[in-house]
Structures are given as C-alpha cells and as structure tokens.
C-alpha cells in the first residue's frame, strides 16, 4: 500500500509539473525552468513504467480469464506461454521501476569539469598525468561527447602538471564522476635507465560544471591578476599581459588561465572553473553534514591511497574500489572504459538497493 501511495503521490506531481511547464511566465526564470525540466524527465519515466506495468498486469489477468473459458488443451497451453512471457516483462519493469525509484544524483545531466594533476613522483606522474587527460578525451569521443581543453600546464619532459578538460554530454556526470581519486601506474619511467619500474601517481577531481543560476559570484569577492602567459604559443604568448588569474577571496580558491590569446576568453574560462569548484565545495559541505565519515575525493594524492592502479609490464588495470581487474590497460588508455564504468555504476545500484550511502 505504501508503495502505491507513493506511486499516486509521483503521479501528482508530474502532473503539477506538466502543468507549471506550460505557464509562459516559468521561462523569465531560467533556474526555475531547468529544475522543472530536470523533475519532469525523472517523473516522465517514474511515470511511463508505473503504465507498462499496469497495462502488462491487466493483459495477464485478462489472459487468466480466459484460460477459464478455453475449449483446448492447446489453447490453454498457448494462454500459459502467453502469461510467462507477460510475468517475464512484469518482473523486468518492476526492477527497471525500483531502480527510477532510487534517489538520483543531484547533479545527472550536468556537463563535466575534470581536473588532472601529477602528484607523488616527480615527472613521471606528470606524463602518467597526461596519460590521463588523453584517455578521457578519447572516451569523451567515443561516447560521442564534446570536449574543451579549459587549460594545460605542460611539464619539462612534455607531461602535464595541471590539465583541465570540460566534457559536455548528458550522461557525462554518470560515467565520469567514480573517476574522481588518486591513480597510481606502476611501469619504467622514460627518464630511468636501469629499467627499474617505479611507482608514481597523478589526481583525478570530477566536477560539475556549474551554471550562472547554479552559483552566483559576487563580483566584489573576486580579486582578478592578469600577467604575461609562459610557455610555448604563437602570437600574443609572452608579449601581452593575456593570462588571468582569479581569486575567491571568501573561499580562498585560486584559478588560473593562460592558453588562450585573449585575457576575455582566459577569463570566461577562469569564472567557469571557479563556479564548478565552489559547486562542488558547497556540496561536499552538504555531504559532511550528513556523513562524518565521508573521504575526500583526491586525499593527498599518496600512492597508498589510489582507487586505481595501472600496470604496464602486465597490461593490468585494478580498481580497487570494486576489486575489478582486467588485462586491457592498453584498450582502457585508448577510450576503452566502458567496462569498468560498467561495473562501477552496477556496484553503485547495488550498493543503493542495500540502502548503503554512496
């Protein structure tokens, strides 16, 4: 009873919703507007499988009824494969339903801000970090996403210190957001001349990219630095005081911008990291106050402290979130993360379905 009760409670307001999204007058707030949108797919699909499942039962008691009538042995056995097939599909919504039924992530459907740094092990973590970064911009390719290079702070040895990248796509934050963590690769170094294999690692910090209507800056909190851009670059890099940075002088957070030629562009992209991370400071405080024990998701970056270990000599991958291993590191650099993306969400669910917090 209690589940159908919350079943009707659902369906009134998804039809509050329909019918608040047909007002004119909900566009002149775009906040407003999105959060709508957003209730309105998650209740659209509440409401479409709560239908299947009450069509497919009217069909199976229909089919019983006429059992009862039936004239044939054959017939009867036909009504029978019928019903199976229909409890089959019952059972089938039902597990669909209990999944769309389970509290969604405040945060499905928002664009991705990943950032990389190389963290313990000098040089070499920052090559492995722009392993990284080339590894999630061919995923971001083959699940069809667009992606932008926001910034990238190249290393002596052509790795990265720091590179942000922007990934634009609806189920982006789904796939990407267990990625968030140390990583440790166990291989030889180029820069090692023994063949000795070291172990270093980069951090990986998932963001949400975060809407103006997400998060307002109060333009008085910002001290804005512009300075002259360093490293390679054509025109304009090294000669005009291009390269921004901005700090959020309440939050203490510092984001800088170089790769472009315009100190605009460099600052629209400074403003756009800067929200994402203040979005995601504040839910982090959120989650605080609900878990004491919740982990910091990049921790200090400590090879003890990995959620995932490359091994080259092996062609090993291991999460060790979920105790996955393959043996497709080279398939898993080239975009392949599908399978352990899989996995991830599925212990996710399951994890969910236990009643465990995430």
């Not at 210190?161 to 189920?171: H, I, R, S, Y």
């Not at 402290?305 to 999460?319: G, W």
Request: with cysteine; charged share 35%; glycine share 6%.
């Amino acid at each position: 009873m209690e589940f159908i009760e919350k079943l009707d409670t659902l369906r009134t307001e998804y039809d509050a919703v329909v019918e608040e999204l047909a007002d004119p007058s909900v566009y002149s707030d775009q906040k407003r507007f999105k959060e709508l949108s957003r209730r309105h797919k998650e209740l659209e699909a509440i409401v479409n499988c709560a239908t299947d499942i009450k069509s497919v039962e009217g069909d199976i008691a229909s089919a019983n009824e006429l059992i009862e009538m039936a004239d044939s042995d054959d017939e009867i056995a036909e009504l029978r494969e019928e019903i199976a097939r229909l409890e089959e599909r019952r059972t089938k919504l039902n597990e669909e339903l209990e999944v769309l039924l389970l509290p969604r992530d405040e945060n499905d459907g928002k664009n991705v801000i990943l950032e990389i740094r190389g963290a313990e092990g000098g040089e070499e973590a920052n090559l492995f970090a722009k392993d990284l970064f080339e590894m999630y911009i061919r995923y971001a390719d083959r699940m069809g996403w667009k992606n932008e290079v926001l910034g990238a702070d190249p290393s002596e040895r052509g790795g990265y210190n720091e590179a942000t990248l922007l990934v634009k796509g609806e189920d982006a934050w789904r796939r990407l957001k267990h990625e968030g963590g140390p990583h440790r690769v166990q291989r030889v170094p180029v820069t090692e001349s023994q063949g000795r294999i070291h172990t270093s690692s980069a951090t990986v910090t998932v963001l949400p990219e975060a809407d103006e209507v997400d998060v307002h800056i109060d333009p008085n909190d910002l001290r804005i630095d512009v300075y002259r851009s360093t490293g390679p670059g054509g025109q304009s890099v090294n000669t005009t005081d291009s390269a921004v940075r901005i700090t959020h002088i309440p939050s203490g957070l510092v984001v800088a911008m170089q790769d472009e030629k315009s100190q605009i562009q460099n600052r629209a992209k400074a403003l756009q990291v800067l929200r994402a991370r203040l979005l995601k400071m504040e839910q982090d405080k959120q989650e605080e106050a609900m878990s004491s024990a919740r982990r910091s998701q990049v921790g200090g970056g400590g090879r003890s402290e990995k959620i995932r270990t490359y091994n080259f000599k092996e062609n090993r991958i291991t999460d060790h979130r979920i105790g996955l291993t393959i043996y497709k590191l080279d398939r898993v650099l080239f975009g392949e993360l599908d399978e352990i993306s899989d996995a991830l969400l599925l212990d996710e669910r399951a994890r969910q379905l236990g009643g465990e917090d995430d």
